[in-house]
C-alpha cells in the first residue's frame, strides 16, 4: 500500500512521492501512524493498493483528521 497525504481534500497524489508504503503483512487490517505532523493542522490522507506484481489498484476515498493543538 502506498499512502499519500495532502493538505487540501482535493489534492491528486499523481507525481507526488508516498508518505509511507506499507508492505502486506497478511492480516485484515494493516497499520500506518504518521508521527511527521504539526499541532493544530488537517491532513488528508489517500491509500493506493498495490499487489504484488506492481499493478496499481483504484485510490481510496480522501480520509481527513485534524492534529491536537499544542497545549503550551
Same mark, same amino acid.
Given at each position: 500500500? =502506498? /499512502?499519500y497525504?495532502g =493538505?487540501?481534500?482535493?489534492?491528486? $497524489?499523481?507525481?507526488?512521492? $508516498? /508518505? +509511507? %508504503?506499507? *508492505? /502486506?503483512?497478511? !492480516?485484515?487490517? =494493516?497499520?500506518?501512524?504518521?508521527?511527521?505532523?504539526? *499541532?493544530?493542522?488537517? !491532513? !488528508? !490522507?489517500?491509500v493506493? *493498493? /498495490?499487489d504484488? +506484481?506492481?499493478?496499481?489498484?483504484?485510490?481510496?476515498? %480522501?480520509?481527513g +483528521?485534524t492534529?491536537?493543538?499544542? $497545549?503550551?
Amino acid at each position: 500500500f =502506498e /499512502v499519500y497525504r495532502g =493538505e487540501t481534500p482535493d489534492f491528486d $497524489p499523481a507525481g507526488h512521492k $508516498p /508518505v +509511507a %508504503v506499507l *508492505p /502486506v503483512s497478511g !492480516y485484515f487490517l =494493516e497499520i500506518f501512524r504518521d508521527t511527521s505532523l504539526q *499541532p493544530g493542522r488537517t !491532513y !488528508y !490522507y489517500r491509500v493506493l *493498493p /498495490v499487489d504484488w +506484481a506492481g499493478h496499481r489498484q483504484a485510490l481510496s476515498p %480522501v480520509a481527513g +483528521a485534524t492534529t491536537p493543538k499544542d $497545549p503550551s
